[in-house]
């Protein structure tokens, strides 16, 4: 297994955090030299705060880590594409690298343009696509079924 399917299933499993509090799950980690400096996943139902995405929960955890507000060296690993707002967020906070599992073909970042994220930022995408995928799609089809 490669760093990006190790790291990528530790967010997996912040995903599943999300998925048992009944939040839409997504789950992030923030790398900095092989370390995992920061974890989130979606509270937007807990907090009552439509901005608190895995990936903004993340940044600011990484950023209270390092007491600082760039996150250059750093890699988030993300379940799902990040929306146009955490885009926004990973692009402020010049993110190294982004990498995420399934994209997300109705608010992914990508529908609306690439060059959101900061220039510097490399991009990986499709770690674990199907599995990351697979969740976000099991848990809106219970919500229709219920």
């Known amino acids: 297994m490669n760093?990006?399917?190790?790291?990528?299933?530790?967010?997996?499993?912040?995903?599943?955090?999300?998925?048992?509090?009944?939040?839409?799950?997504?789950?992030?980690?923030?790398?900095?030299d092989d370390k995992i400096i920061a974890r989130g996943h979606n509270l937007t139902q807990t907090l009552n705060d439509v901005t608190a995405h895995a990936e903004m929960q993340a940044i600011t955890a990484a950023s209270d880590y390092l007491g600082a507000k760039f996150l250059c060296d750093c890699t988030l690993y993300v379940t799902l594409e990040p929306c146009v707002m955490c885009a926004?967020?990973?692009?402020?906070?010049?993110?190294?690298?982004?990498v995420y599992?399934?994209?997300?073909?109705?608010?992914?970042?990508?529908?609306?343009?690439?060059?959101?994220?900061?220039?510097?930022?490399?991009?990986?995408?499709?770690?674990?696509?199907?599995?990351?995928?697979e969740m976000i799609r099991q848990f809106f089809l219970s919500k229709r079924v219920n």
């Open 3 to 32: 760093d990006d399917e190790y790291y990528m299933k530790l967010a997996y499993k912040e995903a599943e955090i999300a998925l048992e509090k009944d939040e839409i799950p997504v789950g992030a980690v923030i790398v900095l």
């Open 101 to 133: 599992g399934a994209s997300d073909p109705k608010k992914g970042y990508t529908l609306f343009s690439d060059s959101i994220l900061h220039p510097k930022t490399k991009v990986r995408k499709g770690v674990l696509e199907n599995q990351c995928g």
């Open 88 to 98: 926004g967020a990973i692009s402020w906070a010049q993110m190294g690298t982004l």
